[in-house]
C-alpha cells in the first residue's frame, strides 16, 4: 500500500519544482505554469509540509535548494520521463497512427528555412500524429527541454548536455540600405561597422552577433533592439540604421537592401538536440530517425 505522502503528491506540485529549478524566483516559476503569487507559495507550502522537508533556502536571495531540495530534484525529473514513457507507449500501440510531438524552434533562421522542410517530410510518413511548435530563444529552448515541455528543439550547437544532430552552418552577414558607403564593399570588417547606428536582432543569433564584437574588440551603437526579422528589413531600408543577422533568416532578395559577408567570419552550426534520444516518445523517435537518415540530402537555403 502506497504511504500517505506518496499519495498526496500532486503533478502540478512536482512540476512547480521543476520550473523553480530555472527560475529566478518563486513568483517566477509559478507565473510560467500560470499559478498567481499566493496559489505558488501555497503549492510550494505543501509539498514541503507533504515531504517533511524544506525544499528551497528562504534565507537566500533568489531560488537555492536545501540539500534535500537537490536530492530530490533528479528523481521529479526522472518522474516526468517515466510520464513521457507511458504516454510513448499508448502511442506505440497505435503504430504512431496519432500522437503528440512538442519542438522548438529558436526563430527565424528555423522556423522559416529548417522546419517546415522536415515537418512536410514528417507529416508524409506520419500524418495522424499532431505536431506543435512553440518559437524561443536558444537559451530558454535549453530550459524547456530540461524541463519536458518540448522533446525536441532546433537549438545553436554546440550543446554538450544534449544529444544533438546537427544540420546546417550558416554565417553571419552585414544587412545595409542600398547605396550605403559600405555596400560598395564585398567584405565588410567587424571594426568598421560600429562606426554606424546598428539594429540589434533580439532572435536566435543575438548570441553570435555579441561575440563576433567582443573577439574583434569592438563596442557596437546599438540604435533599436528588435525582435521581428521584417521589422529590422524594413528599419535599415528606411534608413534607421545597420543590422547584422543569420544568412538563413535573409530573405533572397528585398528591395532596397544589400547583403555582405563579413570579416573575419562569424559562423553558426544548428541542429536539433534532445535530453536522451533513446527516451524519446515514439513520435519523436520517428523524427529524430528521419533526420538523421535525411540529413546528408538535406538542402537549406544558406547565402
Not at 154 to 172: G, I, Q, R, S
Not at 205 to 234: C, N, W, Y
Request: hydrophobic share 45%.
Amino acid at each position: 500500500m502506497p504511504d500517505q505522502a506518496a499519495k498526496s503528491l500532486s503533478l502540478r506540485q512536482l512540476e512547480l519544482l521543476l520550473a523553480l529549478a530555472s527560475a529566478d524566483s518563486i513568483a517566477g516559476a509559478g507565473a510560467r505554469l500560470g499559478m498567481t503569487p499566493s496559489a505558488t507559495s501555497h503549492a510550494l507550502r505543501t509539498l514541503e509540509a507533504t515531504l517533511g522537508a524544506p525544499l528551497l533556502d528562504r534565507n537566500a536571495s533568489g531560488v537555492h535548494f536545501t540539500y534535500a531540495g537537490q536530492q530530490i530534484l533528479p528523481h521529479v525529473r526522472d518522474v516526468f520521463a517515466s510520464l513521457q514513457i507511458v504516454r510513448a507507449t499508448a502511442s506505440a500501440s497505435a503504430g504512431l497512427r496519432s500522437g503528440l510531438l512538442n519542438l522548438g524552434s529558436l526563430g527565424a533562421s528555423s522556423s522559416l528555412n529548417i522546419l517546415p522542410q522536415l515537418l512536410e517530410m514528417f507529416k508524409a510518413r506520419y500524418p495522424g500524429v499532431d505536431v506543435f511548435v512553440t518559437e524561443k530563444p536558444d537559451t530558454e529552448l535549453e530550459r524547456a527541454l530540461i524541463e519536458r515541455r518540448i522533446e525536441i528543439g532546433v537549438v545553436a550547437l554546440p550543446k554538450p548536455d544534449f544529444d544533438t544532430l546537427a544540420l546546417v552552418t550558416d554565417e553571419l552577414m552585414a544587412v545595409l540600405p542600398a547605396g550605403h558607403p559600405l555596400a560598395e564593399r564585398k567584405t565588410i570588417a567587424v571594426k568598421d561597422l560600429i562606426d554606424y547606428p546598428l539594429i540589434m536582432t533580439r532572435a536566435g543569433s543575438q548570441p553570435v552577433i555579441t561575440r563576433m564584437f567582443e573577439r574583434a574588440g569592438a563596442k557596437p551603437h546599438i540604435a533599436h533592439d528588435l525582435s521581428q526579422i521584417m521589422s529590422i528589413l524594413e528599419f535599415v531600408r528606411r534608413g534607421q540604421g545597420i543590422s547584422v543577422l543569420a544568412s538563413l533568416v535573409l530573405p533572397q532578395a528585398y528591395d532596397g537592401l544589400v547583403y555582405r559577408k563579413i570579416s573575419p567570419a562569424s559562423k553558426r552550426r544548428l541542429g536539433l538536440a534532445c535530453l536522451n534520444e533513446r527516451k524519446l516518445s515514439p513520435a519523436a523517435h520517428a523524427f529524430w530517425a528521419m533526420v538523421r537518415e535525411a540529413a546528408p540530402k538535406l538542402k537549406f537555403p544558406v547565402k
